[in-house]
């Protein structure tokens, strides 16, 4: 791969594009760039800096939105810790045959 390609994948890991999307926009054929990965480690770490840089980028933009916006906090609160936040409907019971009776006039 060289240097302007490289340029351009890494860039698109830092915005959010997926590998395979981002191989294409580089001009980069993904399993070659997956091999190429594994055979050097350092290559691989670039994409996962550059994926991480991009997220540590978005959790902050949504930082400075949850100052203005409620919604924006929520938001970022349910995708941070999903067991804790994410509210989780109300498992739905049967009617038990009394209350069916009792319904129909029985």
Do not use: T
């Amino acid at each position: 791969m060289d240097e302007a390609a490289q340029r351009q994948w890494l860039g698109c890991a830092r915005r959010g594009v997926s590998f395979d999307s981002a191989c294409v926009y580089a001009g980069l054929e993904p399993r070659a760039v997956r091999a190429e990965m594994r055979r050097d480690p350092a290559l691989a770490q670039a994409w996962a800096k550059a994926v991480a840089d991009g997220e540590v980028v978005l959790v902050a933009q949504m930082h400075e939105l949850a100052k203005e916006d409620h919604r924006a906090a929520a938001w970022l609160l349910e995708r941070i810790n999903p067991k804790r936040y994410v509210k989780r409907a109300e498992p739905q019971r049967g009617l038990s045959r009394k209350e069916v009776k009792r319904l129909w006039g029985g």
